[in-house]
């Protein structure tokens, strides 16, 4: 998962504490993604950006904020954790029209 | 609301047997259909299908998707202990003049025994 880094890689949090997720890429990706990752449920995707300065909502973007101010950043915000955000997220990457997507290794977040 | 179903969720076979998984969606303005393989961390991507009717290979694995039907197909045959893996489908469609909203299954949970 060379040029997709994901910070932090575990973290537990208490109800209602806010946490930043980073999400940086050095390979000029313009698209960029959070997914939610919960047993039995695949990955279900938060936010996405298809550019600097940009940002969209996925499925389940209630509870999340992002924001995308460089090209090679991209935020995921909890303002306000919730044991429903216990979780695994992983961030990706890719070009416009590329075939491969390119993910981060995860992270392992923990509301309690 | 976009949907994509996999089944089985779940598979175990023994080494040697030959697997089919099946992915179905409804999308609109479809783009692609990819799959993945997740092992313990990140997925690893396999395939990326655009036209219907076209088989891409890979060693022992192959994937064609039907447009018509809306559902794609990943084959493993001879199944080795390796391939052991969650196997995710994504569908990837367009919004506005944009491609890269990408939708997954919940995933087939495959697990092949010596």
């Known amino acids: 998962n060379a040029g997709v880094t994901q910070t932090p890689k575990f973290r537990v949090l208490k109800t209602g504490q806010s946490m930043t997720l980073l999400c940086a890429q050095d390979m000029n990706h313009e698209y960029m993604y959070w997914y939610r990752q919960d047993p039995g449920m695949g990955l279900r995707l938060i936010h996405y950006?298809?550019?600097?300065?940009?940002?969209a909502k996925g499925e389940v973007p209630d509870g999340y904020n992002v924001s995308r101010l460089k090209k090679q950043n991209f935020l995921l915000g909890l303002e306000s954790a919730a044991p429903s955000q216990t979780s695994v997220y992983f961030c990706?990457?890719?070009?416009?029209?590329?075939?491969?997507?390119?993910f981060g290794e995860g992270s392992w977040l923990t509301v309690v | 609301e976009d949907k994509v179903v996999q089944s089985p969720l779940s598979l175990v076979v023994h080494e040697g047997d030959t697997v089919t998984l099946n992915c179905s969606y409804e999308v609109t303005n479809f783009r692609s259909l990819l799959w993945y393989k997740q092992e313990k961390k990140a997925p690893t991507f396999l395939f990326m299908l655009t036209s219907s009717g076209i088989e891409k290979k890979s060693g022992r694995l192959s994937s064609i998707l039907d447009k018509k039907e809306l559902f794609s197909i990943l084959n493993i045959t001879a199944t080795q202990t390796g391939d052991s893996a969650v196997y995710l489908c994504a569908v990837e469609k367009m919004v506005g003049t944009s491609y890269g909203k990408l939708t997954f299954g919940q995933g087939t949970i495959l697990t092949v025994h010596p």
């Open positions: 950006s298809v550019g600097e300065g940009t940002t």
């Open positions: 990706a990457t890719r070009l416009p029209h590329g075939n491969t997507i390119y």
